[in-house]
T-cell receptor, first 113, second 113 residues
Framework: KQEVTQIPAALSVPEGENLVLNCSFTDSAIYNLQWFRQDPGKGLTSLLLIQSSQREQTSGRLNASLDKSSGRSTLYIAASQPGDSATYLCAVRSGNAGNMLTFGGGTRLMVKP | DAGITQSPRHKVTETGTPVTLRCHQT?????MYWYRQDPGHGLRLIHY???????DKGEVSDGYSVSRSKTEDFLLTLESATSSQTSVYFC????????????FGDGTRLSIL
């Protein structure tokens, strides 16, 4: 059974810092990995998707990497801003049919002005 | 934004009453999902559908049933609501290709008194 872990569970940084969020998974036979952002009281917004054959994806100040063999992904946020404050979730698509996502517990990020 | 509409957005009801939540999509995606999100438990899959009239159970399906009579609509029913089903419920859709992200609705906050 796939298990996904995110470390740290919470992070507080001053504005302007570059930061890294970590995600690890137990079964390397994945189809893709997706990073989401969730604001309080809101739904999940898809940030980046990395297919199993890819090593990284970039969108603006966000860069996600994938090391399938070691079961790890990182989300790098450059020059953090208070508006980046949210919970970040990673999820992996795996299993025989590849039709379900397994979610990590999330990292709650606070960027202080 | 992906065209996903959940209704109602908020509902308060009493123990023992039936409750139906609706998810409507305008993307013509094959897969639709119902999750619940609770503090300390993260996102957990309740049921999902892989086509009209094709559904399967997730990890927390007890007490819930689903129906999908049209591609665009996926209903979640609590036959006899209990206080343990107080939660935030999210619908999600996926096209079915590994290069496509899964998208989420804005959620339904359900309180059972």
């Amino acid at each position: 059974k796939q298990e996904v872990t995110q470390i740290p569970a919470a992070l507080s940084v001053p504005e302007g810092e570059n930061l890294v969020l970590n995600c690890s998974f137990t079964d390397s036979a994945i189809y893709n990995l997706q990073w989401f952002r969730q604001d309080p009281g809101k739904g999940l917004t898809s940030l980046l998707l990395i297919q199993s054959s890819q090593r990284e994806q970039t969108s603006g100040r966000l860069n996600a990497s994938l090391d399938k063999s070691s079961g790890r992904s990182t989300l790098y946020i450059a020059a953090s801003q208070p508006g980046d404050s949210a919970t970040y979730l990673c999820a992996v698509r795996s299993g025989n049919a590849g039709n379900m996502l397994t979610f990590g517990g999330g990292t709650r990020l606070m960027v202080k002005p | 934004d992906a065209g996903i509409t959940q209704s109602p957005r908020h509902k308060v009801t009493e123990t023992g009453t039936p409750v139906t939540l609706r998810c409507h999509q305008t993307e013509n995606h094959r897969y639709m999902y119902w999750y619940r999100q609770d503090p300390g438990h993260g996102l957990r899959l309740i049921h999902y559908s892989y086509g009209v009239k094709d559904t399967d159970k997730g990890e927390v399906s007890d007490g819930y049933s689903v129906s999908r009579s049209k591609t665009e609509d996926f209903l979640l029913t609590l036959e006899s609501a209990t206080s343990s089903q107080t939660s935030v419920y999210f619908c999600a859709i996926w096209a079915g290709q590994s290069n496509q992200p899964q998208h989420f609705g804005d959620g339904t906050r359900l309180s059972i008194l």
